[in-house]
């Protein structure tokens, strides 16, 4: 009993120092954030920026959003471009600049862990993230006339599983992104298929069958399914106890890309420049 206690208090203790570890390293990067304009530019103008198109193109073609509600089309369209932009595209440049400038090798030869050193680098724009949503549903959902979720649960699912798969994600893809002007065109190809292949801007009941199926693997679609399917029911308007069946197919596929993105951090990860 009293090696089962001393266990317990020394994991405790553990999960303590790292939770520390994580949040002094945190304030350097939030520190590091707020510093770089472009950075707070691409977080915070560029996805409102977005929204606003994506909200006329929305407004414009109601026909393509089905039994769906064109609020809840723009809530879902809010959402994918935070999690494009601001998660994924901002982390991408944050690590590769902390990469490029030694910061990450250096850290490394301290106490902090690969997994706490990773996790305190997104923390800024996961915070930012989080928070544009906050108020993208407190503000505008009065303003669009949003009813109120059919399945909470199924909805931050989506939510918290979306941003932890694109971190891994903007992680791994800097293992073929030279440098921080490069990102721009090593970002383009998921942000490109995440934005068109996804269901956000074109719902797959409009598309072809055989195109839909495949489409749904790409690694925004199972968020965009969680996230209508939480707020209200999907296209079929489901409710509470049935959201959880028709949730299964989309959050094994998010897991499946959680952990195709954990995989590819543990191999291609790198924490100092390349030299050729």
Same mark, same amino acid.
């Given at each position: 009993m009293s090696t089962l206690s001393s266990s317990i208090n020394r994991l405790s203790s553990i999960n303590r120092l790292s939770v520390r570890r994580i949040w002094r390293?945190?304030?350097?990067?939030?520190t590091l954030f707020w510093r770089n304009k472009t950075a707070v530019v691409t977080a915070l103008v560029l996805p409102a920026a977005m929204v606003g198109v994506y909200a006329f193109y929305a407004q414009s073609n109601e026909s393509l959003t089905g039994n769906m509600s064109v609020s809840v089309y723009i809530?879902?369209?809010?959402? &994918?471009? &935070? %999690?494009l932009f601001v998660v994924y595209y901002n982390l991408v440049t944050a690590y590769v600049a902390r990469r490029e400038e030694l910061m990450l090798k250096r850290l490394r030869t301290g106490e902090a862990r690969d997994g706490e050193i990773l996790a305190a680098g997104a923390m800024p724009a996961v915070v930012v993230a989080l928070a544009q949503i906050a108020v993208a549903v407190g503000v505008g959902g009065?303003? %669009?006339? %949003?009813?109120?979720? &059919?399945?909470?649960? &199924?909805l931050l699912v989506g939510l918290v599983g979306g941003i932890v798969a694109f971190v891994l994600l903007a992680a791994a893809s800097t293992a073929f992104t030279k440098n921080v002007e490069f990102a721009q065109i090593s970002t383009l190809p998921v942000l490109m298929i995440c934005t068109f292949g996804s269901g956000a801007l074109i719902p797959f009941s409009a598309l072809p069958d055989a195109a839909a199926a495949v489409l749904r693997f790409v690694p925004l679609a199972p968020v965009v399914d969680l996230l209508q399917l939480g707020w209200v029911g999907g296209p079929d308007g489901v409710g509470f106890a049935?959201?959880?069946g028709q949730a299964r197919r989309p959050v094994a596929i998010l897991v499946g890309w959680i952990v195709v993105g954990w995989l590819a951090v543990r191999r291609w990860f790198r924490w100092e420049p390349r030299r050729s």
């Open positions: 390293l945190s304030r350097a990067e939030f809530l879902t369209g809010i959402v &994918v471009f &935070v %999690l009065p303003l %669009l006339d %949003l009813p109120g979720p &059919v399945n909470a649960v &199924v049935e959201a959880f």
